[in-house]
T-cell receptor
Framework: KAGVTQTPRYLIKTRGQQVTLSCSPISGHRSVSWYQQTPGQGLQFLFEYFSETQRNKGNFPGRFSGRQFSNSRSEMNVSTLELGDSALYLC???????????????FGPGTRLTVL | QQQVKQSPQSLIVQKGGISIINCAYENTAFDYFPWYQQFPGKGPALLIAIRPDVSEKKEGRFTISFNKSAKQFSLHIMDSQPGDSATYFCAASKSYTGGFKTIFGAGTRLFVKA
């Protein structure tokens, strides 16, 4: 079974631009979460989607948004990029099914975003 | 109440030694405590996890020790190998009707000297 895939792997943008990152979860997984990883800050939760609905949201400004499609693929968008948005953006999927650990997450390789 | 404090930030261990990473949490509602291992250029991978009704879980060279009353848990890597050199994250997760929420520690960079 293929793992979580994220595209693109690397991205360079300039301040003020916007960016869209894509995530394809493991087949059958309907929950997709997004995290921002920066040195010394660990993984900061952005938001989680389940069946095309945002279920949870972290403490990030409104410039960060996301969506999920009917096939569970998800995208996140960052508008008006700032230098501080440079980070590794990770997507994780999880399977919610009776008898399974609901919060067991499987991560993709991430998208490295650099804002100049 | 939502924080997970992880220590140390970095750790250097001799090959064959024991690596110990500690985490502490505040919210007693957490019901799942995973550890993730991350190599450079890769996403975190689930290593081992424990539920709060168990005090210890062992998988190969990796052991989680869990102290519910102290709200602390730790990862022990026995017979540490150079291939274990990576960043380790502890996490605490809470599941509820309609979803779950996971909080991660800041990470520990482990270097195992050959």
């Amino acid at each position: 079974k293929a793992g979580v895939t994220q595209t693109p792997r690397y991205l360079i943008k300039t301040r003020g631009q916007q960016v869209t990152l894509s995530c394809s979860p493991i087949s059958g997984h309907r929950s997709v979460s997004w995290y921002q990883q920066t040195p010394g800050q660990g993984l900061q939760f952005l938001f989680e989607y389940f069946s095309e609905t945002q279920r949870n949201k972290g403490n990030f400004p409104g410039r960060f948004s996301g969506r999920q499609f009917s096939n569970s693929r998800s995208e996140m968008n960052v508008s008006t990029l700032e230098l501080g948005d440079s980070a590794l953006y990770l997507c994780a999927s999880s399977l919610e099914k009776r008898g399974k650990v609901p919060n067991e997450q499987f991560f993709g390789p991430g998208t490295r975003l650099t804002v100049l | 109440q939502q924080q997970v404090k992880q220590s140390p930030q970095s750790l250097i261990v001799q090959k064959g030694g024991i690596s110990i990473i500690n985490c502490a949490y505040e919210n007693t509602a957490f019901d799942y405590f995973p550890w993730y291992q991350q190599f450079p250029g890769k996403g975190p991978a689930l290593l081992i996890a424990i539920r709060p009704d168990v005090s210890e879980k062992k998988e190969g060279r990796f052991t989680i020790s869990f102290n519910k009353s102290a709200k602390q848990f730790s990862l022990h890597i026995m017979d540490s190998q150079p291939g274990d050199s990576a960043t380790y994250f502890c996490a605490a997760s809470k599941s509820y009707t309609g979803g779950f929420k996971t909080i991660f520690g800041a990470g520990t960079r482990l270097f195992v000297k050959a």
